[in-house]
Protein backbone atom coordinates (compact mmCIF):
# COMPACT_ATOMS: atom_id res chain seq x y z
CA UNK A 1 0.00 0.00 0.00
CA UNK A 2 1.39 3.10 -0.77
CA UNK A 3 2.11 5.90 1.30
CA UNK A 4 2.59 9.08 -0.59
CA UNK A 5 0.72 12.21 0.89
CA UNK A 6 -2.06 13.48 -1.22
CA UNK A 7 -3.57 17.10 -0.74
CA UNK A 8 -6.87 18.43 -0.93
CA UNK A 9 -8.70 22.01 -1.13
CA UNK A 10 -11.70 22.33 0.69
CA UNK A 11 -14.14 25.25 -0.23
CA UNK A 12 -16.82 24.24 2.76
CA UNK A 13 -19.97 26.91 2.80
CA UNK A 14 -22.84 26.99 4.93
CA UNK A 15 -26.01 29.21 5.12
CA UNK A 16 -28.52 30.21 7.56
CA UNK A 17 -31.74 31.88 6.75
CA UNK A 18 -34.24 33.55 9.15
CA UNK A 19 -37.71 34.34 8.27
CA UNK A 20 -37.11 37.56 9.61
CA UNK A 21 -34.48 39.81 11.09
CA UNK A 22 -32.24 39.03 14.32
CA UNK A 23 -30.44 40.80 15.84
CA UNK A 24 -27.65 38.36 18.10
CA UNK A 25 -26.89 35.06 17.29
CA UNK A 26 -24.10 32.80 19.04
CA UNK A 27 -22.84 30.08 16.73
CA UNK A 28 -19.93 27.45 17.65
CA UNK A 29 -18.20 26.49 14.47
CA UNK A 30 -16.39 23.07 14.06
CA UNK A 31 -15.00 22.91 10.47
CA UNK A 32 -11.37 23.03 10.89
CA UNK A 33 -9.60 19.55 10.11
CA UNK A 34 -7.96 17.93 12.83
CA UNK A 35 -4.26 17.27 12.86
CA UNK A 36 -3.81 13.72 13.76
CA UNK A 37 -1.91 10.98 12.78
CA UNK A 38 -1.12 11.27 8.63
CA UNK A 39 -3.18 14.22 8.52
CA UNK A 40 -1.98 17.67 8.65
CA UNK A 41 -4.01 21.16 7.99
CA UNK A 42 -1.76 23.24 5.90
CA UNK A 43 -3.73 26.71 5.60
CA UNK A 44 -7.31 27.22 6.95
CA UNK A 45 -9.34 30.08 7.10
CA UNK A 46 -13.03 31.37 8.68
CA UNK A 47 -15.11 34.01 7.13
CA UNK A 48 -18.49 35.00 8.16
CA UNK A 49 -20.92 37.22 6.62
CA UNK A 50 -22.34 39.47 8.48
CA UNK A 51 -18.46 39.79 9.65
CA UNK A 52 -17.03 38.71 13.01
CA UNK A 53 -13.98 37.94 14.41
CA UNK A 54 -13.85 33.81 16.03
CA UNK A 55 -12.49 32.90 19.10
CA UNK A 56 -10.96 29.49 18.79
CA UNK A 57 -10.71 27.01 21.62
CA UNK A 58 -10.06 22.86 21.95
CA UNK A 59 -12.99 20.76 23.20
CA UNK A 60 -13.27 18.00 25.36
CA UNK A 61 -12.91 15.76 22.47
CA UNK A 62 -9.55 17.57 21.28
CA UNK A 63 -11.34 19.18 18.63
CA UNK A 64 -11.19 22.79 16.74
CA UNK A 65 -14.15 25.12 18.07
CA UNK A 66 -14.81 28.10 16.83
CA UNK A 67 -16.95 30.70 18.51
CA UNK A 68 -18.66 33.24 16.17
CA UNK A 69 -21.08 36.21 17.67
CA UNK A 70 -22.67 38.21 15.18
CA UNK A 71 -24.39 41.13 16.64
CA UNK A 72 -25.11 43.04 13.47
CA UNK A 73 -28.97 42.95 12.19
CA UNK A 74 -29.12 40.11 9.64
CA UNK A 75 -31.92 37.26 7.95
CA UNK A 76 -29.37 35.46 6.87
CA UNK A 77 -25.54 34.28 8.45
CA UNK A 78 -22.90 32.65 5.86
CA UNK A 79 -20.15 31.41 7.18
CA UNK A 80 -17.33 30.08 4.37
CA UNK A 81 -14.02 27.50 5.01
CA UNK A 82 -11.14 27.03 2.89
CA UNK A 83 -8.57 24.55 4.14
CA UNK A 84 -5.55 23.13 2.28
CA UNK A 85 -5.35 19.08 4.11
CA UNK A 86 -2.46 16.89 3.56
CA UNK A 87 -3.36 13.08 4.08
CA UNK A 88 -1.86 9.62 3.23
CA UNK A 89 -3.05 6.33 3.38
CA UNK A 90 -3.64 5.34 7.09
CA UNK A 91 -2.18 2.48 8.19
CA UNK A 92 -4.80 -1.04 8.13
CA UNK A 93 -3.71 -3.05 11.33
CA UNK A 94 -5.69 -5.57 13.06
CA UNK A 95 -7.06 -4.34 16.47
CA UNK A 96 -6.80 -6.44 19.69
CA UNK A 97 -9.73 -7.41 21.28
CA UNK A 98 -10.16 -5.84 24.63
CA UNK A 99 -10.21 -8.02 27.98
CA UNK A 100 -13.31 -6.85 30.31
CA UNK A 101 -11.23 -5.77 33.05
CA UNK A 102 -8.71 -3.69 30.85
CA UNK A 103 -11.46 -1.61 29.06
CA UNK A 104 -13.05 -1.13 32.76
CA UNK A 105 -10.14 1.36 33.97
CA UNK A 106 -9.00 2.68 30.37
CA UNK A 107 -10.63 5.93 29.76
CA UNK A 108 -11.67 5.21 25.95
CA UNK A 109 -14.19 3.28 28.04
CA UNK A 110 -16.59 6.60 27.78
CA UNK A 111 -16.51 5.31 23.73
CA UNK A 112 -17.72 2.11 24.51
CA UNK A 113 -20.91 3.51 26.64
CA UNK A 114 -23.96 4.73 25.51
CA UNK A 115 -24.60 7.92 24.25
CA UNK A 116 -27.58 10.52 23.55
CA UNK A 117 -27.56 8.91 19.50
CA UNK A 118 -26.31 5.85 20.55
CA UNK A 119 -28.58 3.95 22.73
CA UNK A 120 -26.77 -0.05 23.37
CA UNK A 121 -30.33 -1.19 22.63
CA UNK A 122 -31.99 -4.93 22.10
CA UNK A 123 -32.39 -4.28 18.84
CA UNK A 124 -28.90 -3.78 17.79
CA UNK A 125 -27.77 -6.24 20.29
CA UNK A 126 -30.30 -8.30 18.09
CA UNK A 127 -29.34 -7.61 14.99
CA UNK A 128 -24.78 -8.14 16.14
CA UNK A 129 -26.34 -11.84 17.40
CA UNK A 130 -27.74 -11.90 13.79
CA UNK A 131 -24.92 -11.48 12.08
CA UNK A 132 -21.67 -12.31 13.82
CA UNK A 133 -23.33 -15.33 16.02
CA UNK A 134 -21.19 -15.04 19.66
CA UNK A 135 -17.99 -13.81 17.62
CA UNK A 136 -16.96 -10.27 18.91
CA UNK A 137 -13.76 -10.02 17.51
CA UNK A 138 -12.05 -7.47 15.00
CA UNK A 139 -13.02 -9.99 11.88
CA UNK A 140 -16.49 -9.49 13.18
CA UNK A 141 -16.30 -5.52 13.25
CA UNK A 142 -15.05 -5.85 10.25
CA UNK A 143 -17.76 -7.78 8.25
CA UNK A 144 -20.61 -5.55 10.41
CA UNK A 145 -18.83 -2.22 8.47
CA UNK A 146 -19.24 -4.78 5.56
CA UNK A 147 -22.68 -5.46 5.31
CA UNK A 148 -24.26 -2.12 6.38
CA UNK A 149 -24.00 -1.03 3.08
CA UNK A 150 -25.59 -4.54 1.66
CA UNK A 151 -28.47 -4.28 4.43
CA UNK A 152 -29.94 -1.14 4.18
CA UNK A 153 -30.07 1.98 1.21
CA UNK A 154 -28.39 4.88 0.86
CA UNK A 155 -31.05 7.94 0.55
CA UNK A 156 -30.56 11.61 0.22
CA UNK A 157 -32.71 12.58 2.32
CA UNK A 158 -34.59 9.52 3.85
CA UNK A 159 -33.67 10.89 7.37
CA UNK A 160 -32.91 14.19 9.05
CA UNK A 161 -30.59 15.11 11.32
CA UNK A 162 -32.68 14.46 14.31
CA UNK A 163 -33.36 10.66 13.08
CA UNK A 164 -32.91 7.89 15.35
CA UNK A 165 -31.34 4.48 14.73
CA UNK A 166 -34.79 3.21 15.26
CA UNK A 167 -35.88 5.63 12.23
CA UNK A 168 -33.18 4.32 10.03
CA UNK A 169 -34.52 0.62 10.94
CA UNK A 170 -37.65 1.28 10.49
CA UNK A 171 -37.36 3.20 6.56
CA UNK A 172 -34.12 0.46 5.68
CA UNK A 173 -32.86 3.73 4.30
CA UNK A 174 -30.72 6.45 5.38
CA UNK A 175 -27.20 8.43 5.35
CA UNK A 176 -23.53 8.24 6.38
CA UNK A 177 -24.68 9.78 9.89
CA UNK A 178 -27.40 7.02 10.24
CA UNK A 179 -24.74 4.31 9.37
CA UNK A 180 -22.28 5.26 11.43
CA UNK A 181 -24.91 5.78 14.45
CA UNK A 182 -26.21 2.17 13.69
CA UNK A 183 -22.46 0.67 13.42
CA UNK A 184 -21.06 2.53 16.84
CA UNK A 185 -24.45 0.84 18.70
CA UNK A 186 -23.65 -2.45 17.21
CA UNK A 187 -19.95 -2.59 17.61
CA UNK A 188 -20.17 -0.68 21.69
CA UNK A 189 -22.42 -3.49 21.91
CA UNK A 190 -19.70 -6.01 21.27
CA UNK A 191 -17.55 -4.47 23.94
CA UNK A 192 -15.11 -2.69 21.23
CA UNK A 193 -14.47 1.32 21.98
CA UNK A 194 -15.82 3.35 19.17
CA UNK A 195 -16.06 7.14 18.28
CA UNK A 196 -17.91 8.98 15.63
CA UNK A 197 -15.89 11.31 13.41
CA UNK A 198 -16.59 13.73 10.90
CA UNK A 199 -15.10 15.03 7.71
CA UNK A 200 -15.34 14.95 3.86
CA UNK A 201 -14.80 12.79 1.11
CA UNK A 202 -12.57 13.95 -1.23
CA UNK A 203 -11.67 12.56 -4.72
CA UNK A 204 -10.26 8.99 -5.08
CA UNK A 205 -8.78 7.17 -7.95
CA UNK A 206 -8.85 9.10 -10.96
CA UNK A 207 -11.13 11.73 -9.86
CA UNK A 208 -9.59 15.23 -9.36
CA UNK A 209 -13.11 17.02 -7.55
CA UNK A 210 -15.67 15.99 -5.65
CA UNK A 211 -18.82 17.60 -4.76
CA UNK A 212 -21.93 17.44 -2.39
CA UNK A 213 -22.02 17.65 1.49
CA UNK A 214 -19.80 16.46 4.69
CA UNK A 215 -19.37 13.10 5.36
CA UNK A 216 -19.32 10.69 8.75
CA UNK A 217 -18.18 7.15 9.17
CA UNK A 218 -16.58 5.59 12.77
CA UNK A 219 -12.96 5.01 14.31
CA UNK A 220 -12.46 1.89 16.71
CA UNK A 221 -9.74 1.72 19.29
CA UNK A 222 -7.85 -2.04 19.69
CA UNK A 223 -7.07 -3.10 23.30
CA UNK A 224 -3.25 -1.54 22.51
CA UNK A 225 -5.01 1.73 22.34
CA UNK A 226 -4.84 2.25 18.36
CA UNK A 227 -7.32 3.83 16.31
CA UNK A 228 -8.48 2.14 12.85
CA UNK A 229 -10.90 4.27 10.78
CA UNK A 230 -14.13 1.87 8.85
CA UNK A 231 -16.14 3.53 6.84
CA UNK A 232 -19.86 1.61 7.17
CA UNK A 233 -21.48 3.36 4.28
CA UNK A 234 -18.94 1.69 1.84
CA UNK A 235 -17.99 -1.18 3.77
CA UNK A 236 -14.29 -0.34 3.99
CA UNK A 237 -11.48 1.07 5.73
CA UNK A 238 -10.91 4.67 5.52
CA UNK A 239 -8.25 6.09 3.22
CA UNK A 240 -6.04 9.38 2.51
CA UNK A 241 -9.54 10.83 0.94
CA UNK A 242 -11.31 10.64 4.12
CA UNK A 243 -10.45 13.99 5.64
CA UNK A 244 -11.01 14.50 9.26
CA UNK A 245 -13.46 17.49 10.95
CA UNK A 246 -13.64 16.22 14.41
CA UNK A 247 -14.57 13.23 16.52
CA UNK A 248 -16.70 11.79 19.83
CA UNK A 249 -19.28 9.75 21.14
CA UNK A 250 -21.80 10.46 18.29
CA UNK A 251 -22.85 13.48 15.92
CA UNK A 252 -23.79 15.60 18.61
CA UNK A 253 -20.21 15.85 19.97
CA UNK A 254 -19.45 16.77 16.35
CA UNK A 255 -22.12 18.81 14.66
CA UNK A 256 -20.48 21.48 12.02
CA UNK A 257 -22.57 24.24 13.22
CA UNK A 258 -24.50 24.35 16.75
CA UNK A 259 -26.36 28.35 17.88
CA UNK A 260 -29.09 30.16 19.19
CA UNK A 261 -30.09 33.30 18.35
CA UNK A 262 -32.59 36.39 19.68
CA UNK A 263 -35.80 36.65 18.29
CA UNK A 264 -39.21 35.53 16.73
CA UNK A 265 -37.71 34.42 13.95
CA UNK A 266 -38.00 30.51 12.74
CA UNK A 267 -34.70 29.47 11.19
CA UNK A 268 -34.49 27.20 8.23
CA UNK A 269 -32.47 23.79 7.60
CA UNK A 270 -29.09 24.87 6.97
CA UNK A 271 -28.01 25.31 3.06
CA UNK A 272 -24.43 23.24 3.20
CA UNK A 273 -22.19 23.20 -0.47
CA UNK A 274 -19.15 21.34 -0.27
CA UNK A 275 -15.98 21.57 -3.15
CA UNK A 276 -12.97 19.13 -2.19
CA UNK A 277 -10.25 19.25 -5.24
CA UNK A 278 -6.85 17.67 -5.29
CA UNK A 279 -4.50 19.73 -5.56
CA UNK A 280 -0.74 19.49 -7.73
CA UNK A 281 2.30 18.95 -6.20
CA UNK A 282 3.20 23.03 -7.62
CA UNK A 283 -0.11 24.06 -6.03
CA UNK A 284 1.12 22.68 -2.56
CA UNK A 285 4.35 24.61 -2.95
CA UNK A 286 2.76 27.94 -3.33
CA UNK A 287 0.23 27.27 -0.53
CA UNK A 288 3.66 26.40 1.90
CA UNK A 289 5.17 29.65 0.28
CA UNK A 290 2.27 31.38 1.82
CA UNK A 291 0.88 33.04 -2.19
CA UNK A 292 -2.27 30.37 -2.18
CA UNK A 293 -4.88 32.96 -2.46
CA UNK A 294 -5.23 33.69 -5.80
CA UNK A 295 -5.04 29.82 -6.54
CA UNK A 296 -8.23 29.17 -3.98
CA UNK A 297 -9.88 31.52 -5.62
CA UNK A 298 -9.74 30.43 -9.39
CA UNK A 299 -10.62 27.07 -7.78
CA UNK A 300 -14.16 28.99 -6.30
CA UNK A 301 -14.95 30.43 -9.48
Known sequence: MGSESLTYAVWHHT???????IGLSFNEVRMRPRD????????FSLLSNPAAVPRSRIDYFGNYVHRVDV???HDMLEFVVEAVVEN??????????????????????????????VPLA???RGMWREWNGDDNSFDAVLATA?????????????????????????????VCQDFSHLFLALVRGAGWPARYVSGYLGPSGEQMVTEGQSHAWAEVCGADGRWVGLDPTHGSFTGAHHLRLAAGRDYGDVAPHRGLFYGTSEGAAPE?????????HQQVETVQTGTAVRWQQQQQQ
Open 36 to 43: RGSQRTLA
Open 71 to 73: STP
Open 122 to 124: DIT
Open 146 to 174: ERIPRELRYVTGATTVESSIDDLLAGGAG
Open 272 to 280: VKVRIARMS
Open 88 to 117: SEPRRRRLTEWQQDGLASDPRLEYALPSPR
Open 15 to 21: TLRYTES
